[in-house]
């Protein structure tokens, strides 16, 4: 028993330590669309750079209110003592030395416009890093539903393909007791080609897709991902009301946040710029040095004169310009991001109903057609071409099927893009 109890325990480590690696290895993102923005979100370039500059943006806020770096200046006068030795450098030999230590001082409220700006710019960087997240999950998005439509259609191609192959031997049965054409044979053996051939693009268009994700996760082109098992589950019809969601956007749209951003540092450049009219000091003092000794003081004041007012004017209609192309570039994307935002919940809508539509009444006909058409045509009832025209109503209806489910998968992720949240 004692030794049992030792091999078990020697087992159980050992297992422990081979079995490791194995558990540690990461699983393939890609099964649902959460998966692939939380790897997104910590690993692709794109949001990346722009979460730096939104950073280094912040950073530009407390120099921009700070006072300029003080400047110190030496005067070696007299190195000659008028002639009577030779040049020299050292400030104890001599007529005298003169230390200025200076300080450049805004007119007031000068450095606060200047640190309010910085702000303001801070938080119109901060809104594009936002806007660039918005727009990577919504391609994300899009391209996962479009990948889980391809693979719900090479499922069903498959599923059909099987069909076919058994269509097949029905008829060839058929054929062999005289009760069917041979053409009946080729035909559904030429239907299985082209379906054949049709898997061969779907699967193409399946790894270009692959391809697109990983870029966007910053992944190899060829790294693996999980099959997409799923979509997501639309919101209620409750939660798409447009003049709600019309709201939340105005206020949280990341494009119209760093514009509104851009106004309000416009409004504070213009401020500033007025500010300009009024002149900057620079304060100084000055000790002077007479061989060892310190024997005098001085102060001094120091401004720019603003003489150039026609520079100035221009300046300033520069700023009021640029104000009001901020406040007209402002209200240009507001009109264009309502127009999206009803444009998308239309299509999601139409999309919700369709797919309703879909599921409820013409899928459920097309089985039933088809479960006559193959009745009829193992009695001789109906011909083959018949009975084909079936099979490809029924894939039709559930690849539109397929097709509305993505179409609504694409118009949430336009709506949450232009939120800039989810819903």
Known sequence: MRRFRHLTIITLFSAIGFGAPVLAQEVAPGANVDSLLSYAKSRNPEFAAMQAEADASAERVVPAGALPDPKFRTELRDITRFGEQNATLSPSRVGSTRYLLMQDIPWYGKRDLKREIAELEADGAKGRALGAWADIAGRIKVNFSQLYYLRQNER????????????????QVRYAGGLAAQQDVIRAQVEQTNMRNELIGLESEQQYLRARLNALLSRPTTAQLAEPSQLRKLPA????DFAGLEERVRAKNPQLFADESKI???EKTRDLTFKNRYPDFTLGVSPIQYQNTIREWELMVELNIPLQQASRRSQERESESMLNAARARKEATTNQVTAD???SLAGLEAARRTENLLASSLIPQSELTFQAALAGYETGKVDFATLLDAQRQIRQAKQNQFKAQVDAQVRLAEIERLLGEEL
């Not at 069903?156 to 008829?171: G, H, N, P, Q, S």
């Not at 019809?237 to 798409?240: F, K, N, S, T, V």
């Open 156 to 171: 069903l191609t498959r599923e059909i393909l099987d069909l076919m192959m058994r269509l097949e031997k029905v008829a």
């Open 237 to 240: 019809p409750a939660m798409l």
């Open 264 to 266: 309000k540092a416009a």
């Open 341 to 343: 935002l009803a444009e």
